[in-house]
């Protein structure tokens, strides 16, 4: 016999326990309960990794829920792996240096642009100021790149500088402007995003409104058309009654007529 075969062979032997030896059988049902026990901590090990990651989502949600949204008022796409990549100031800013070249300095049209250049350059600052803190503490528990840290703190300065510059330009304008006009823009882009909400809540309530009036008039139609449909059943049945009574009156007077014929229509005799 080959080596190979013997090993078979013993293995064989190793794996069967002859019939009624309980110490042979000891050993593997110990073996089998060690296994299922096992399989039962790793089961529960499993089950408890999801719980607490579920239990981390949770409680970091309102977080990125409050991140997201000030991305979008800063106009940042927050779905793309780098979102600050391709950061760019308003378009208002170049109008702004547009109406300097254009118009004379203290002109009406350069306030104007002016305020818009920060009515547009506000709600970028917010939204970075209110995301900074979450960017810098997933960079520093490593969960966001070298990249994206770079990027943002790039957007950063960018919205800075424009702050400033604003600023500046406001102090030229009008000497001391500049320390209260991001104030004034601060309260104005409250008015607007109140109004906006104001609007957004009324055109919801009329749109309501609306919905419960269709609904009232679909169910005015329907009451009406059951009733027509009522109506005509009602007539109905009542023709049906009645050519049934005169059937019954006309079946009646044809039993009636042979007798009273026979009985009054008798001649007496002549004498």
């Known amino acids: 016999m080959s080596a190979a075969a013997e090993a078979e062979a013993a293995a064989a032997g190793a794996g069967t326990c002859p019939e009624g030896d309980a110490s042979c059988a000891a050993p593997e049902a110990e073996a089998a309960a060690e296994a299922v026990e096992e399989s039962g901590g790793m089961l529960t090990v499993v089950i408890a990794l999801g719980i607490i990651a579920a239990l981390l989502l949770w409680l970091a949600w309102p977080m990125i829920k409050r991140w997201r949204e000030a991305s979008a008022a800063a106009g940042i796409d927050v779905l ?8 760019r100031l308003p378009p208002q800013r170049a109008a702004f240096f547009e109406a300097v070249k254009k118009y004379p300095p203290g002109a009406q049209e350069i306030t104007v642009a002016l305020v818009h250049r920060a009515m547009a350059t506000y709600p970028m600052a917010k939204g970075l100021a209110d ?21 943002f703190k790039r957007t950063e300065d960018m919205i800075n500088r424009e702050v400033q510059e604003v600023q500046f330009a406001a102090d030229e304008i009008n ?6 006009i991001w104030a004034e823009v601060a309260q104005h882009h409250r ?15 009329r749109a309501e409104i609306e ?5 009232a008039r679909n169910k005015q139609k329907n009451t009406q058309a059951n009733s027509a449909q009522e109506a005509a059943k009602a007539e109905r049945d009542a023709e049906r009654a009645a050519a049934q009574l005169l059937k019954e009156e006309e079946a009646s007077s044809k039993k009636a007529t042979p007798t009273a014929t026979k009985s009054g229509g008798k001649k007496k005799k002549k004498r």
């Not at 793309?80 to 950061?87: G, Q």
């Not at 008015?191 to 309530?205: C, D, F």
């Not at 919905?211 to 609904?215: I, N």
Request: some cysteine.
């Open 80 to 87: 793309s792996t780098n979102p600050f990549a391709r950061f």
């Open 191 to 205: 008015q607007i995003m109140a109004r906006r909400q104001a609007e957004m809540m009324q055109a919801n309530k």
């Open 211 to 215: 919905r419960q009036v269709k609904l």
């Open 175 to 180: 000497p001391g402007w500049g320390r209260s």
């Open 131 to 151: 995301e900074r803190e979450g960017i810098i503490s997933t960079y520093h528990h490593g969960m966001c790149s070298d990249e994206l840290y770079n990027n």
